[in-house]
């Protein structure tokens, strides 16, 4: 197995732009999970999803931040419109649903916003 | 909610000496604890992880205890390498709303 895909690598966007970012679980996971990393704030959950269903989105900072999982192979993490301030690490993970908490990370999306 | 305290901030040892790193947890509830690697620019890696029924588990040179009176558990590295050169995360979770909540890293630098 490749492991958790995420797209792209790096984004470079302009302040008010949207950006979407990618993630691809490892087959047969049941969790997905959406972190963000920053310098002052660390590793922060935004959203994860069990079996493609949205359980906890408290962590979503605002309405411009918006997930996706319409299959159990993809899911999205729009922001819309961009601001500086979300310029970060996403990382996306998954797990199984018998070990949950044993998460399996991607690569990450480093994004800045100019 | 849960909160996750990781000390030091930052360690630096000697190549061959032991590393240690602890975190302190908030919710008694919570009985899983996993430790994480990032190297530079890479994907957080679990590297061991502990669960509330046991006090101690190793895995060649690292081991990790927990004291659940005390709500607090370490990492132990011994006879580092420059390899184990990273950021070490510490995380709970079991507790309310069930989520893994990180502390905040740890870089561990190895000298040689």
């Known amino acids: 197995d490749a492991g958790v895909i995420q797209s792209p690598r790096h984004e470079v966007t302009e302040m008010g732009q949207e950006v979407t970012l990618r993630c691809k679980p490892i087959?047969?996971?049941?969790?997905l999970f959406w972190y963000r990393q920053t310098m002052m704030r660390g590793l922060e959950l935004l959203i994860y999803?069990?079996?493609?269903?949205?359980?906890?989105d408290s962590g979503m900072p605002e309405d411009r931040f918006s997930a996706k999982m319409p299959n159990a192979s993809f899911s999205t993490l729009k922001i819309q419109p961009s601001e500086p301030r979300d310029s970060a690490v996403y990382f996306c993970?998954?797990?199984?649903?018998?070990?949950?908490?044993?998460?399996?990370f991607g690569s990450g999306t480093q994004l800045s916003v100019l | 909610g849960e909160n996750v305290e990781q000390h030091p901030s930052t360690l630096s040892v000697q190549e061959g000496d032991s590393a240690v790193i602890k975190c302190t947890y908030s919710d008694s509830a919570s009985n899983y604890f996993p430790w994480y690697k990032q190297e530079l620019g890479k994907r957080p890696q679990l590297i061991i992880d502990i669960r509330s029924n046991v006090g101690e588990k190793k895995d060649q040179r690292i081991a990790v205890t927990l004291n659940k009176t005390a709500k607090h558990f370490s990492l132990h590295i011994t006879e580092t390498q420059p390899e184990d050169s990273a950021v070490y995360f510490c995380?709970?979770?079991?507790?309310?709303?069930?989520?893994?909540?990180f502390g905040a890293g740890t870089i561990l630098r190895v000298k040689s």
């Open positions: 087959s047969g996971h049941d969790y």
């Open positions: 999803f069990n079996n493609n269903v949205p359980i906890d």
């Open positions: 993970a998954s797990s199984l649903a018998r070990e949950r908490e044993k998460l399996f």
């Open positions: 995380a709970a979770s079991g507790g309310y709303g069930n989520k893994l909540v």
